[in-house]
């Protein structure tokens, strides 16, 4: 399982990492704190994460935005 991980403060994003790793161990989490960022990467290595925790106001792209990218490539993520 691929999860993704968006949060533009880096504590909030270092803890709520942790603690998806002791429910899911077995995931593969990315963090990021930039959407465009996670965008990137969706794209570069072709990609859309199974579960995403999203900060919904972010600077520069919201966190909204990058639900609709990721519904538009993969329906149930």
């Given at each position: 399982m691929l999860v993704f991980v968006l949060d533009d403060e880096s504590l909030l994003l270092r803890k709520l990492k942790r603690v998806i790793e002791e429910l899911l161990p077995e995931a593969?989490?990315?963090g990021f704190t930039k959407v465009s960022k996670a965008l990137e990467v969706m794209e570069e290595e072709a990609i859309t994460p199974d579960l995403t925790f999203l900060d919904i106001e972010m600077p520069g792209i919201s966190g909204m935005k990058f639900a609709e990218a990721a519904a538009?490539?993969?329906?149930?993520?």
């Amino acid at each position: 399982m691929l999860v993704f991980v968006l949060d533009d403060e880096s504590l909030l994003l270092r803890k709520l990492k942790r603690v998806i790793e002791e429910l899911l161990p077995e995931a593969e989490i990315r963090g990021f704190t930039k959407v465009s960022k996670a965008l990137e990467v969706m794209e570069e290595e072709a990609i859309t994460p199974d579960l995403t925790f999203l900060d919904i106001e972010m600077p520069g792209i919201s966190g909204m935005k990058f639900a609709e990218a990721a519904a538009a490539r993969k329906s149930d993520c």
